[in-house]
């Protein structure tokens, strides 16, 4: 249950100054002269009391501030009445003055201790502060001080210190369930605090900390801004702001929070710590780049490793990184590893075109439908976060994706000379050799004939798919799918000699001639 606000209407009683009598015994100038004055003074109370008047009617206009500047005017002419106080304090708490409300309350109980409104509102005004022990020894002094005739004032009192307690014991909850880690829960018992205490400058920085680590970063880094404005040295504050830029993948910018809270703590233990962890992984990273642009791919994919060890609470920074090491990983034709660290960067950062861009292509050198299926889907995601859609490049690979994709399941000439689809021609040729040296039929020639039959079978897949794939435009062609009738060029029932040869590459070579003009070219 929220808090009843004390009433935050102006006093409307009637103040009226102190009688002055004048001394007998004076002679009729001084006569003359005290009545002078009694008349200057109570001129001035009349004066104060229309500028009292002039900010009620300011005030139920909701004109706060300008209400507070007139009950300003009052005090001045007339500084020893309360209710002027009171009624500035009562200004100052609608238009989030809240300090000076607070100190407004203790002129006015200075000036008429007996008066329990001005408790109620300096309790207000701390509560709205976040500050609730001290609102309820508020509180608690307008109970023993306020004239025992005011039952509602005190009635009111009795309201206030009950939702002030209740206040107080959803503050320790929200600290017990952050200390717990459970920041959803902690969150909306810090919205719940901040209906109470709007100004709780503490409970703020708390709510910051829980958006961060619930990653609704934007919601914190906006709302530590707005602190910022009032508190631009806090060093708790330069922290929490650090964690959340850091998280938004801001290292610079985060380091130089860093900074900021050292040059006003120097002793912050906490904050040179992350400091100098943010600039060893900016280092990592730079020497990985480094080295990566010198085609020294191992080395880079080491610092790199060592970068990732030490920024996982930055995970928009991590996924750069990630893709980095998969890029680095991919020169090395280790796709396997590229397409993990890839997947790990579009975790981390769902809108990372790159990095569906750099699975898709080493998806789409390891082959396989599952392979093929991914990596038709990345490219169709990454044409669908590029404002021009990836223009004819990014087509083109889409199309060579679709095109292996309905050739799985079907003969796939990489696959069947066991190499990735980014192989070079030494390697496509070593992968020929080698395999038709293993099943070239005059070495199955005294095995079954079901045995025999099988080697034979392979050995003219084997030929059939260097006799395509040595040859550039033939490569180039099967690559984009041209000439597919639905049958892979060949893939079923194409072949060589009998078999009918290569459909959209002419009629085939004999496996056994290719075979010697491999050979005899000493390859």
């Known amino acids: 249950e929220a808090m009843k606000a004390a009433d935050p209407r102006p006093c409307e009683e009637e103040v009226v100054g102190p009688a002055e009598d004048g001394d007998d015994g004076d002679d009729g100038d001084d006569e003359?002269?005290?009545?002078?004055?009694?008349?200057?003074?109570?001129?001035?109370?009349?004066?104060?009391?229309?500028?009292?008047?002039?900010?009620?009617?300011?005030?139920?206009?909701?004109?706060?501030?300008?209400?507070?500047?007139?009950?300003?005017?009052?005090i001045a002419l007339a500084p020893h009445v309360a209710s002027f106080y009171s009624n500035r304090a009562a200004a100052y708490l609608m238009d989030d003055r809240h300090e000076k409300a607070a100190a407004d309350c203790d002129s006015a109980i200075a000036l008429d201790p007996s008066s329990i409104k001005p408790y109620l509102r300096k309790a207000k005004a701390l509560q709205s502060l976040g500050r609730v022990d001290a609102a309820l020894e508020a509180v608690d002094a307008g109970l023993a001080a306020g004239s025992p005739e005011d039952e509602a004032g005190r009635a009111q009192a009795t309201r206030d210190?009950?939702?002030?307690?209740?206040?107080?014991?959803?503050?320790?909850?929200?600290?017990?369930?952050?200390?717990?880690?459970?920041?959803?829960?902690?969150?909306?018992?810090?919205?719940?605090?901040?209906?109470?205490?709007?100004?709780?400058?503490?409970?703020?920085?708390?709510?910051?900390?829980?958006?961060?680590?619930?990653?609704?970063?934007?919601?914190?880094?906006?709302?530590?801004?707005?602190?910022?404005?009032?508190?631009?040295?806090?060093?708790?504050?330069?922290?929490?702001?650090?964690?959340?830029l850091e998280r938004m993948g801001n290292l610079d910018l985060a380091a130089r929070h860093l900074q900021q809270a050292l040059r006003g703590d120097p002793d912050n233990a906490a904050a040179a710590r992350e400091y100098r962890r943010l600039r060893d992984v900016e280092s990592l990273k730079e020497a990985g780049n480094k080295a990566f642009k010198a085609q020294s791919f191992a080395e880079a994919i080491e610092r790199w490793t060592e970068c990732l060890a030490q920024c996982s609470d930055a995970p928009a920074y991590a996924a750069k990184v990630?893709?980095?090491?998969?890029?680095?990983?991919?020169?090395?034709?280790?796709?396997?590893?590229?397409?993990?660290?890839?997947?790990?960067?579009?975790?981390?950062?769902?809108?990372?075109?790159?990095?569906?861009?750099?699975?898709?292509?080493?998806?789409?050198?390891?082959?396989?439908?599952?392979?093929?299926?991914?990596?038709?889907?990345?490219?169709?995601?990454?044409?669908?976060?590029?404002?021009?859609?990836?223009?004819?490049?990014?087509?083109?690979?889409?199309?060579?994706?679709?095109?292996?994709?309905?050739?799985?399941?079907?003969?796939?000439?990489?696959?069947?000379?066991?190499?990735?689809?980014?192989?070079?021609?030494?390697?496509?040729?070593?992968?020929?050799?080698?395999?038709?040296?293993?099943?070239?039929?005059?070495?199955?020639?005294?095995?079954?004939?079901?045995?025999?039959?099988?080697?034979?079978?392979?050995?003219?897949?084997?030929s059939e798919a260097y006799e395509v794939l040595s040859d550039a435009e033939k490569r180039r062609r099967y690559d984009l799918g041209e000439d597919d009738d639905g049958d892979c060029c060949g893939g079923g029932g194409g072949g060589f000699g009998g078999r009918g040869g290569h459909p959209g590459f002419g009629g085939g070579i004999d496996p056994e001639v290719l075979f010697r003009m491999m050979f005899e070219q000493g390859a």
């Open 32 to 74: 003359v002269k005290e009545e002078e004055g009694e008349a200057t003074e109570e001129d001035a109370l009349k004066a104060a009391e229309d500028r009292k008047t002039a900010g009620n009617e300011l005030y139920r206009a909701k004109a706060y501030a300008a209400a507070a500047e007139e009950y300003s005017r009052a």
């Open 322 to 462: 990630y893709n980095n090491r998969a890029t680095a990983n991919a020169q090395l034709r280790r796709h396997e590893q590229a397409v993990e660290d890839a997947t790990r960067a579009i975790g981390m950062d769902p809108g990372f075109t790159k990095a569906y861009l750099r699975r898709a292509a080493s998806g789409l050198a390891l082959g396989g439908k599952e392979r093929l299926e991914q990596c038709v889907r990345d490219y169709e995601e990454a044409r669908r976060q590029l404002p021009d859609g990836g223009g004819r490049d990014l087509e083109s690979k889409l199309r060579q994706a679709q095109v292996a994709l309905r050739r799985a399941g079907r003969k796939d000439y990489y696959a069947i000379l066991g190499v990735s689809r980014d192989a070079d021609e030494d390697e496509i040729r070593k992968g020929y050799r080698k395999l038709a040296l293993k099943w070239h039929p005059d070495r199955h020639g005294s095995k079954p004939e079901e045995e025999r039959k099988a080697a034979e079978n392979t050995f003219k897949d084997v």
């Open 161 to 244: 210190r009950r939702s002030l307690q209740r206040l107080g014991e959803r503050v320790a909850l929200a600290d017990g369930l952050m200390r717990q880690g459970r920041w959803r829960q902690a969150n909306a018992q810090l919205d719940a605090v901040l209906q109470e205490a709007p100004a709780a400058k503490r409970i703020k920085l708390w709510k910051v900390e829980a958006l961060v680590e619930l990653g609704a970063l934007e919601a914190a880094y906006k709302l530590s801004s707005a602190l910022m404005t009032s508190a631009e040295t806090d060093s708790a504050l330069l922290l929490l702001r650090a964690r959340c």
